[in-house]
C-alpha cells in the first residue's frame, strides 16, 4: 500500500499461514491483494476497457451480483444497448432480470459438472 511493490501470492500465503496478519511490506506498508475491495474506487482505465468491452460483447455473463453497485451495474446495459445478450445467475433479483436471454438462480447449479 506505501511503496507499490509487488511479491508472489505463494510467498504472502506462506507468511499469512505463520500468522502474520496483515503481512508487511520490507519497507512498512501492509500488503494488499491487487483487488477492489467494497468502498475502494476501480482504477478508471480498468472500468473504461470494461465499458468498452461489454459494448461490444455478443453476450455477457453476469454472475454473483445483484447489480446494484456502479459502475459495475451498469456494464450489462451497455451490452444489451448494443445488441448483446446477458445471462444472469444470482440469487437474488437484479433490475435486469426481465431483459436476461437466461436467468438462472444458482451458481451451483449452473455451473455443475454432470459426471
Ligand atoms: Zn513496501
Known amino acids: ?46 472500468i473504461e476497457q470494461a465499458r468498452r468491452e461489454a459494448a461490444k460483447a455478443d453476450v455477457m455473463l453476469v454472475l454473483g451480483t445483484s447489480l446494484t453497485v456502479q459502475p459495475a451495474a451498469s456494464l450489462p446495459l451497455l451490452c444489451l444497448k448494443r445488441g448483446g445478450k446477458v445471462v444472469i445467475v444470482n440469487d437474488q433479483s ?20 454432470e459426471a
Open 1 to 46: 500500500m506505501k511503496c507499490n511493490e509487488e511479491f508472489a501470492f505463494a510467498d504472502i500465503q506462506a507468511r499469512v499461514k505463520l500468522g502474520e496478519i496483515p503481512p508487511h511490506c520490507p519497507c512498512g506498508g501492509v500488503i494488499k491483494p491487487d483487488i477492489t475491495f467494497f468502498g475502494e474506487s476501480l482504477p478508471e482505465d480498468a
Open 94 to 113: 437484479t433490475y435486469l432480470d426481465d431483459r436476461a436471454a437466461l436467468r438462472l438462480w444458482s451458481l451451483e447449479d449452473a455451473f455443475r459438472s
